[in-house]
């Protein structure tokens, strides 16, 4: 909560300092910002055979087998200074691939290595591009905006409703119909959230602050028509203790399943930390899905409960009755971070796979950046293969 609150007071601030009574200086103080991206990756397989899946979704979607791939990618974006209480930003994403080491799979997606990750069907996106209002106690997102939290990593078409006017008490609610993601390492196409209704999905939540910035109590729901409803809640705790923080986190979520032949799903996820001022993080976890569902269509917009890579953590994501025992170490110090993790998931009655992820930005300079990241899962089982994934490049920034 403390972090919300915060946001909300800076970005007043930013209101009353730069916002414009005259929408001709609000376009002309816009922002604009870019980067081009030289990025390859590389997948080996080091036992079983190469695996496809597909559960429900493009969140947990991923191809598992022998690929390599290099390609061009350049992301522009402008966001304009606020007229009064309103402001817009556009952004475009495009990539080329320079080379594929496959060019005859036969994938879901297309039939290159790069189409794995990168299959919009022209080559070229709008990214996050919005219209939005503040006011100091309600902020309104609508257009394709990027819903973060709990359940959901990508980007939607939708709007985006927070509002904090009653004291400690933080409302928040979307509706998206159509979802995908444009990043520098993944292009996809926007399809539709709930294929078997029009209505998409709709979220609410209510945050309260209970002991300042110590203590919070979060409860949500999500509603996706012909599909699932869920309900669910968070508690977080923060502690300041000299230089450190030291906090932690327990959820639960629980979905009834719409669908006569799927029975109802739920996760449980608990996590502590320390933090070192800016510099340092330290988490351990535990997550656990439901016997007979796993996750169900929970993590159907994707997740931030699980900490692996948006292609990692297939096992935690996509099978049921999973475990996940993990710790993470996060740092940043001036233009370098990375950050590490290091899980085991059980699942099923006797599969096990452990995974570690890495994954770090060194800046060259001010606008040139090196990216690296590391997947490896091992110990493997029959569902989902050992396998190495190594993937980064070279940003420009402009």
Known sequence: MFQKLKFFSIFLLFIHAFAYDNIDEALKNGVTKGDII?????????????SIITPNNLSTYAYLGNTGYILGNVRLGYTSGFYKNVRAAISFAAALPI????????????????????????QAAIGESFLEYFDGDTNIKLGRIYLANEWSNMLSDGFWFRNKTINKLLIEAFWAKTYGRIDYYQMTDFREINSLSLFGIA?????????????SLKAYSYFAPNVFTAFGTRI??????????????????????????????YVIDTNAFINYKEYLSFKIGYIHTSKDSGMGNL???GDTITPFFVWG????????????FYGSLNAKFQQFTF????????????????????????????????????????????????????????????
């Open 38 to 50: 030289l990025f390859g990756d590389y997948q080996k397989l080091s036992s079983k055979s190469s």
């Open 99 to 122: 080379y594929n080491h496959h060019t005859k799979l036969l994938l879901p997606t297309g039939n290159t290595d790069s189409q794995k990750d990168f299959f919009n069907r022209n």
């Open 203 to 215: 979220n609410l939540g209510i945050k309260y602050d209970i002991f300042d910035e110590l203590l």
């Open 236 to 265: 977080n705790a923060l502690f300041n203790v000299w230089n450190l923080k030291i906090g932690g986190e327990f959820g639960a979520t629980y979905s009834i399943q719409h669908s006569s032949n799927t029975k109802n799903a």
């Open 299 to 301: 993590n159907i917009l």
């Open 313 to 324: 953590g297939k096992a935690i994501r996509t099978q049921k009755n999973a475990n996940l």
């Open 339 to 398: 950050s590490l993790t290091y899980g085991t998931t059980s699942f099923g009655t006797h599969h096990r796979q452990n995974e570690i992820d890495f994954t770090t930005e060194i800046g060259i300079t001010n606008n040139v950046f090196m990216l690296f990241n590391l997947l490896n899962t091992h110990l493997d089982s029959q569902v989902i293969p050992t396998t190495t994934q190594i993937n980064g490049g070279i940003r420009l920034r402009f």
